[in-house]
Nanobody, 127 residues
Framework: QVRLVESGGGLVQPGGSLRLICNASGITADYYAIGWFRQAPGKAREGISCIGHHDGYIYYRDSVKGRFTISRDVAKNALYLQMDSLEPEDTGVYYC????????????????????WGQGTQVTVFS
């Protein structure tokens, strides 16, 4: 059974930083993409960054490029999202998600065929 468990959300002021962690277990596929999505209040869920498990390829959406950094620890089955220079517009629930037989790409971040979702962690940026 696959489980994705996020942690690290919280309250932060604009310009601050947070580090999200996704602990993944039970994924037996060798070829999959894993990444971060978020959903702001009243808005659709948005994919923001991903990494290919098989090749380490990384992709960012423009909304977070230069401010957020995705990384992983393969030995720990952990995925991270370092978020710097946070803005109020970054407020939302952040989800970890993975899709088998998919490379990290814009298609993956559209969320059309995600196989596994985490439960989400709340990030609130307030002034």
């Amino acid at each position: 059974q696959v489980r994705l468990v996020e942690s690290g959300g919280g309250l932060v002021q604009p310009g601050g930083s947070l580090r999200l962690i996704c602990n993944a277990s039970g994924i037996t596929a060798d070829y999959y993409a894993i990444g971060w999505f978020r959903q702001a209040p009243g808005k659709a869920r948005e994919g923001i960054s991903c990494i290919g498990h098989h090749d380490g390829y990384i992709y960012y959406r423009d909304s977070v490029k230069g401010r957020f950094t995705i990384s992983r620890d393969v030995a720990k089955n952990a995925l991270y999202l370092q978020m710097d220079s946070l803005e109020p517009e970054d407020t939302g629930v952040y989800y970890c998600a993975a899709e088998a037989l998919r490379k990290c790409s814009d298609y993956f971040l559209e969320g059309y065929a995600i196989d596994w979702w985490g439960q989400g962690t709340q990030v609130t940026v307030f002034s």
